[in-house]
Structure formats: structure tokens, C-alpha cells
């Protein structure tokens, strides 16, 4: 017993050298890679797998994400979103005289990719290694989730809370000459007979529920009041190539706003008015949905965007928005840095913010994948449709002057201040910085009483760098100040 502790410890010694002046990971391989005999390589291989399984495959230390496999094949590559799923850029050394691969590589801190294994070029297989998985368009990948990264607590289903109900209908229409099916969200507690409730509407509906799972969103935002009680309505596509990029887009676009828009509003308690209708999807979807909201404005006046591909048509979408006139709609985008279009939608970003859109953005270290579209489905629906808050229900006096924290906070480039005048008066908002310089003046006049909702955007006119910010509204007789987190 007293010689295989022995043994233990010394493999143990073998792995990590006693030193940390450089990462564990290295100190293995650098043991490894030292030792003449077989039997002794695989020991220090072995005793380091059973050290690294509990810990996590994809073995990560600080910024690296150290990837292994271990089998009888030729060669081994990691295909990601960092390489454009290539299946030959990133072959896995292979340590002398073992059947043990790795590769190693740093990622941002927060960042999140898909993966998969190469093996002898041409066998795609999930990392044997890692328990985390993720479905995708085209089945599931294995997942690389870096120690910052978060987790979407509201893509789970929660039995204990309230939940909306399913409507499946079909919807034929005379403009594609095709049947579409449909999945339709209503509230929990819908009232027929209520003030009505606004509409988000998915392109690729079906995979937003089911890849996404779109309706534990919305179930969970609307319980924890991020976002307003509303309707969705999950489109499935017939050919989304040709509808949302193709031959049929403008009959797919028509069909729309001509026949599927009417047919829900009048099927269900809508509001019908382009600021409470939202349009949005992702890739392809995107593209559909910026054509939508652009040519048809007086019927979506916001639209969700998620990893927008504008390539199609020359960037019709992309430069009706840009280089038309601008239209009264409000945009809200997502992206990932290890996209290959993340570049062209900063352009888009920049180029819609300078000509004056409300324009809400986040630009995350993921990639072109579901993964980052079903986490980032409530940054979307918050911007758009933040909680409806009552002033009532706060038991405000008439007398209150009162400043509500900014909504959402933290935020990315755009968020809205929210404050009460109990009576009319000159009115100065302004936002600094934590050494108290003036960042930018917002308000600078007389304002009525009643309720005032603000948008500070940080990008404008310049962008201004992460960090805490403060907020000052000064009145004739108040003043009150809030802290702003800025993350980019």
C-alpha cells in the first residue's frame, strides 16, 4: 500500500514539477516529453486525465483552453467556430511514443465556442472528454465555455412559475403560394379583453423554440418582469434560402405584412402599431427581417437581429438601411467576434448609429451558432419591451420627485434613464465619469411633470470605454444621481 502511494505521488510530481512559474498543462507535457520509457508516459498520462476529468475537458487554466484526446488515429484536428469549422487548420500535437493529442490555444475569459474532433481528416466525432454539449442547426457540437462565461439561467424550464400556452395554427398564403406553419405564445393570464399585448415575431421560428427554447424565455422574462407580457409568433419556413434571401424574399416580405401580420391581429389581442411589433431572426433570418422592418416601417417599427448575413443580393438589406432614407425603426443586433462577419456588422452598427437609428448592439467572443442566439434572445426582447412600470404601484405621492435606476444596467452602448417630475420645472441630466468630468449632457431644458424615459447612448457622438458612469438630473428643487455600469 505504502509503495503505490509512493508511486502516486511521485506521478503527481512528474505532472506538475513542484513549479508554477509556468501552467500546469506545460509542466505535464514537459514531463511527458522527458521521459524515455512508455510505460512511465502513459502513468503521468493517465494519473493527469484522472486529475482533469473532474476539473473539466477542455483542461482551462487563466486564459487557455488546453484540448486533449487520447486514441489509436493518425492525426486529430479541432474544427471550431475560431477556425471557420476548417478540419485541417488546427491539427493537435501528438506527444512522441503515446496515443495522447492536444492542442492548446487562449480565448477571452468570457468567451464561448462549439467545437468538434477531427480524426484522420475526415471523421467528425463530439469530444469523448467533454460532458458539456450543444444543439446546433446541424446536430449537437461539444461545448468550450471559458470560466466567465455564463450560463442562460432563462432558457431553463422552471416548474414553479407561471407559463404561457402554444397555438398551433397554418396560414396559407396567396403572396408565396405556400402553407406556413406556425407556433403561436400567449402570455400567462392572456385576456382577450385587456389593452392588448405586444407582438415579437421569429423567422426560423421553430428552431428558436426548439435549439433556442424560446418559450422557457419568454415564461421566465416575463415572470421576473425584465420584459412586458406578449405575443409570439414562431414562423416555420418553406425554403428560408429563397424566402429570406432568395427568388421568393419580396413574396415572403408581402406575405408578411400582408397576410400573416392581419391574420394574427385579428385572431388575437394585438396592439396594432408598429412600436409595439417586433420583427427578428437570425443569419438569414436577420437579413428577412431587416428587409421587413425597412420596406414595411408602419408595420414593425423594431427589429431583432441576430448574426445578421447580409451578403445575399448584393447587401440589399444592408444597404437600404445604411444608404436609404431613414426609416422610424428601432434596431437591436448581436454578434459573435469568431464570426466571420463580425467586421461587416461593426460597419453596419457604426454606419446606422452615425445616420441616426436607435441602434442597441452586443458584440460577444462566440460564434456564428444557436448557442449564442438562444442566450442573447432577452437582450433583445428587453430592449424592445422593457417592463411597463407604474408609479402607482410604487406609491408615489404626487410631491415625489424620484429617479429610477437605469434600465438595462449593466449595459452595451445604449440604456434608458427613467425619472418622475412632480412638477414642471428646468431640467438638467448629465453623465460623467467617475473622475467627474461631464460625458455628455442629454437634457437641458424645461420639462413638464409626469414620467420621462431618456436613452443615453454611449457611442454617441463618440464611443466611450467600459466602465462606471454617474448619472446627475438636477430640477429646480431635486437632484439625485445613479451609477451606470458600461461593459463592452
Known amino acids: 500500500m505504502f509503495d503505490i502511494f509512493i508511486k502516486s505521488f511521485i506521478?503527481?510530481?512528474?505532472?506538475?514539477?513542484?513549479?508554477?512559474?509556468?501552467?500546469?498543462?506545460?509542466?505535464?507535457?514537459?514531463r511527458v516529453n522527458s521521459l524515455p520509457n512508455l510505460a512511465d508516459?502513459?502513468?503521468?498520462?493517465?494519473?493527469?486525465?484522472?486529475?482533469?476529468?473532474?476539473?473539466?475537458?477542455?483542461?482551462?487554466?487563466y486564459t487557455t483552453a488546453n484540448f486533449v484526446y487520447r486514441g489509436n488515429v493518425a492525426t486529430v484536428a479541432v474544427a471550431s467556430d475560431f477556425n471557420g469549422w476548417?478540419?485541417?487548420?488546427?491539427?493537435?500535437?501528438?506527444?512522441?511514443?503515446?496515443?495522447f493529442f492536444y492542442f492548446s490555444k487562449s480565448f477571452e475569459s468570457n468567451g464561448r465556442?462549439?467545437?468538434?474532433?477531427?480524426?484522420n481528416g475526415s471523421n467528425w466525432i463530439l469530444d469523448p472528454e467533454n460532458r458539456n454539449q450543444i444543439l446546433g442547426g446541424f446536430g449537437a457540437n461539444s461545448e468550450l465555455a471559458m470560466p466567465e462565461y455564463t450560463q442562460p439561467w432563462e432558457i431553463k424550464y422552471k416548474a414553479s412559475i407561471p407559463h404561457g400556452s402554444i397555438r398551433t395554427k397554418?396560414?396559407?398564403?396567396?403572396?408565396?403560394?405556400?402553407?406556413?406553419?406556425?407556433?403561436?405564445?400567449?402570455?400567462?393570464?392572456?385576456?382577450?379583453?385587456?389593452s392588448g399585448y405586444p407582438t415579437v415575431y421569429f423567422q426560423d421560428g421553430f428552431e428558436y423554440i426548439t435549439l433556442a427554447f424560446g418559450v422557457n424565455v419568454l415564461d421566465n422574462l416575463i415572470d421576473s418582469n425584465k420584459i412586458q407580457p406578449l405575443i409570439a409568433v414562431f414562423v416555420k419556413p418553406n425554403n428560408r434560402n429563397d424566402e429570406y434571401a432568395g427568388l421568393k424574399r419580396d413574396q415572403y416580405r408581402l406575405f408578411f405584412v400582408n397576410e400573416l401580420v392581419p391574420f394574427i391581429d385579428s385572431t388575437y389581442n394585438t396592439i396594432a402599431s408598429p412600436e409595439k411589433r417586433l420583427v427578428m431572426g437570425d443569419s438569414y433570418g436577420g437579413n428577412i427581417s431587416a428587409l421587413i422592418s425597412y420596406n414595411h416601417a408602419d408595420v414593425f417599427g423594431n427589429c431583432g437581429i441576430h448574426s445578421g448575413a447580409f451578403q445575399p443580393n448584393n447587401y440589399e438589406a444592408f444597404n437600404l438601411i445604411v444608404n436609404g432614407?431613414?426609416?422610424?425603426?428601432?434596431?437591436?443586433?448581436?454578434?459573435?467576434?469568431?464570426?466571420?462577419?463580425?467586421?461587416?456588422?461593426?460597419?453596419?452598427?457604426?454606419?446606422?448609429?452615425?445616420?441616426?437609428?436607435?441602434?442597441?448592439?452586443?458584440?460577444?467572443?462566440?460564434?456564428?451558432?444557436?448557442?449564442?442566439?438562444?442566450?442573447?434572445?432577452?437582450?433583445?426582447?428587453?430592449?424592445?419591451?422593457?417592463?411597463?412600470?407604474?408609479?402607482?404601484?410604487?406609491?408615489?405621492?404626487k410631491s415625489d420627485f424620484k429617479v429610477l435606476q437605469n434600465?438595462?444596467?449593466?449595459?452595451?452602448?445604449?440604456?434608458?434613464?427613467?425619472?418622475?417630475?412632480?412638477?414642471?420645472?428646468?431640467?438638467?441630466?448629465?453623465?460623467?465619469n467617475i473622475?467627474?468630468?461631464?460625458?455628455?449632457?442629454?437634457?437641458?431644458?424645461?420639462?413638464?411633470s409626469g414620467f420621462h424615459e431618456i436613452t443615453f447612448n454611449a457611442d454617441i457622438p463618440k464611443p466611450l470605454n467600459s466602465g462606471i458612469y454617474i448619472c446627475r438630473i438636477t430640477t429646480d428643487s431635486y437632484s439625485d444621481t445613479r451609477k451606470l455600469l458600461l461593459i463592452k
Open 407 to 432: 434600465y438595462p444596467n449593466p449595459f452595451n452602448s445604449a440604456t434608458r434613464i427613467r425619472f418622475f417630475l412632480p412638477s414642471a420645472s428646468f431640467t438638467s441630466l448629465k453623465i460623467y
Open 325 to 397: 432614407q431613414k426609416k422610424n425603426i428601432k434596431i437591436v443586433s448581436i454578434w459573435g467576434s469568431y464570426e466571420s462577419l463580425f467586421s461587416n456588422m461593426r460597419t453596419f452598427r457604426d454606419a446606422c448609429i452615425n445616420k441616426g437609428y436607435q441602434f442597441y448592439w452586443n458584440e460577444f467572443p462566440e460564434g456564428h451558432s444557436w448557442g449564442l442566439w438562444r442566450a442573447t434572445i432577452d437582450n433583445i426582447l428587453i430592449n424592445i419591451f422593457p417592463p411597463n412600470i407604474s408609479f402607482i404601484r410604487m406609491d408615489l405621492e
Open 41 to 61: 508516459k502513459n502513468a503521468v498520462i493517465d494519473s493527469f486525465m484522472n486529475i482533469a476529468r473532474p476539473a473539466g475537458i477542455p483542461f482551462i487554466e
Open 113 to 119: 465556442l462549439d467545437y468538434k474532433f477531427v480524426l
Open 11 to 30: 506521478i503527481k510530481l512528474l505532472i506538475f514539477n513542484c513549479s508554477f512559474s509556468q501552467s500546469n498543462f506545460q509542466n505535464f507535457i514537459n
Open 86 to 99: 476548417s478540419s485541417t487548420s488546427h491539427p493537435m500535437m501528438k506527444l512522441g511514443g503515446t496515443n
Open 435 to 448: 473622475l467627474g468630468s461631464e460625458m455628455a449632457t442629454l437634457v437641458e431644458h424645461y420639462l413638464k
Open 170 to 194: 397554418n396560414i396559407y398564403s396567396s403572396n408565396v403560394a405556400s402553407t406556413f406553419q406556425l407556433q403561436i405564445y400567449l402570455p400567462p393570464g392572456y385576456d382577450s379583453l385587456s
